[in-house]
């Protein structure tokens, strides 16, 4: 989208208050504002010289009346309405001093992800709510290192509440992998687990999996995002094949490896600061971080700006 020399840049600060429990908070534009009775997540424009932060934590202050103490980069989006160009930084607020009460004649409404009772929402907001349907952490499979322990291991993490899975196995053969994803989807579609098929998208729609998980190389050759499943995702290592996903409308990508890992042994890591470095234009698909990742790191991918992390050894060890 280019931007005419005269559309001004609207850069905006919204936050998401998130109860734990995996509630969200909208508030509805008081009357007299555009797209008023319209329902957003609270905050406002910057002001001149202000960073994304200071301005989400002025505007949610005066707006409801709460102090931020924890907030972390989430996503950005960039819309054009008739009366602006907006860049909206999004956080997530996990902390907050106060009790939300409405100073501008709004209402609050505590919603979960798939379940709104509130509606209309504002246009540009739409494909965010998406996001906030994703987990903290994506589980990859790890057949190859666990042989025919693999399925008894998935069975336990499933009875302790794994719900989204990537079956990634990229050293089986086309039929192997494709035997293995129907045993896999056997034992997850019951859980309630969702299955992300690697690699292979006429798969995932032959045996109904939840959705595609895409190589690099495949979203590279894609024009457009694969039809008929619920989730598509990708792997990316750069600033490029993140502009891919995010053209396409990709559900999340996962982006590293940021930290030394097996997988890749002597090829020099992203980093936590070659992570951010890849974030600071701001994606509007949620990024996850791969590579030697553990639930131990996700308040620093947190930080950071990532959605969560994706784990592929962690977990994995039988009792
Ligand atoms: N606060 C907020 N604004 C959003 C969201 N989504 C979205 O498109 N916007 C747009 O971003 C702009 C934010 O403006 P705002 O009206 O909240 O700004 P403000 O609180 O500083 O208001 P004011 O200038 O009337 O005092 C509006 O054009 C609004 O339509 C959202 O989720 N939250
Ligand atoms: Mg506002």
Known sequence: MSHTAHAKLTRVAAGILLDGQGQFMLASRPAGKVYAGYWEFPGGKLEEGETPLAALEREL????G?????????LVQRFVYPHAHVELHFFRVTAWQGEPHPKEGQQFAWQRPGALSVSPILPANGPLLR???????????????LGCAFLPALKRR????????ILREPQLPVAEFAAL??????????????LLVHGDVALAREIGADGVHLSSRQLLALDHRPSGLDWVGASTHNTAELAAAESLGLDYVLLGHVCETASHPGAPPLGWDGFAACLTSGWSVP???????????????????AQGIATLRDGWALA
């Open 158 to 165: 499933l009875d302790d509440g794994l719900r989204w899975l």
């Open 181 to 194: 994803a129907k045993q896999v989807q056997a034992l997850t579609r019951p859980a309630g687990c969702k």
């Open 61 to 64: 202050h005066e707006e409801m």
């Open 66 to 74: 709460i102090t931020v103490s924890m907030a972390t980069p989430w």
């Open 131 to 145: 996001g906030l349907a994703l987990p903290q952490q994506l589980v990859l499979s790890n057949a190859s290192e």
């Open 287 to 305: 990024v996850y971080a791969l590579g030697g990742m553990h639930p131990g790191l996700l308040a620093t991918a947190l930080q950071h700006g």
